[in-house]
């Protein structure tokens, strides 16, 4: 089996690189498609490759970063990142703004569509991989999706997920209610989830 080191364009390409970044730097579609076949490649989803001696990566992640720009961990998946809830989702859970395009996956996600103009709030990213991010909700926001959608979702989750924060020093009740006036119909639904929880 050939070896990346023994490829010329292994300096130019990044450990994960798109086919559009390959067919840039020379390597064509039939040499890219030789280099899966013989293992140099592995394929990770329709237009993303990555060496097969690069470091080791989630690649349902990477997938999710490349083929949803704005897919942001949310829900279950999102609190169990932040270490409040020790369920462990079957499906990533990701959030998309209503009206954007969802493309078919690999990876085992459940697609859920959040308000465009409350997109953005308590939203960050981290990085899945050279030149990939993808998106996080901070724990107050997963929380107060979890609280407000507890009927679809799970209550059992919320208030385990609720009580592990209030745990934390620093966990403000009046942090989580501000975040909830923001998302239709939470503030009150919160407030009722820490009188059932304090």
Not at 7 to 17: C, M
Request: glycine share 8%; aromatic share 8%; charged share 25%.
């Amino acid at each position: 089996m050939r070896t990346r080191a023994a490829i010329p364009f292994h300096k130019k390409l990044p450990s994960v690189f798109t086919y559009t970044e390959a067919i840039a730097h020379g390597l064509s579609a039939e040499r890219l498609y030789a280099y899966r076949d013989e293992g140099v490649v592995e394929q990770i989803s329709r237009g993303l490759y990555r060496w097969a001696d690069a470091p080791e990566i989630d690649q349902n992640l990477l997938e999710i970063a490349y083929r949803i720009p704005k897919g942001t961990l949310c829900l279950t998946t999102a609190l169990a990142r932040h270490g409040l809830t020790d369920s462990i989702p079957t499906h990533i859970d990701v959030a998309v703004p209503r009206g954007n395009r969802i493309p078919v996956l690999q990876s085992p996600v459940d697609i859920r569509v959040f308000a465009k103009d409350t997109f953005e709030l308590g939203r960050g990213e981290f990085k899945v991989g050279e030149g990939f991010a993808v998106g996080l909700y901070s724990p107050e926001r997963s929380l107060v999706d979890m609280i407000r959608l507890r009927h679809r979702e799970g209550s059992d989750i919320a208030w385990e997920a609720l009580r592990r924060w209030l745990g934390r020093k620093g966990a403000k009740p009046a942090a989580l209610i501000e975040m909830a006036k923001s998302l239709h119909g939470a503030e009150r639904a919160v407030r009722n989830a820490l009188e059932i929880v304090l």
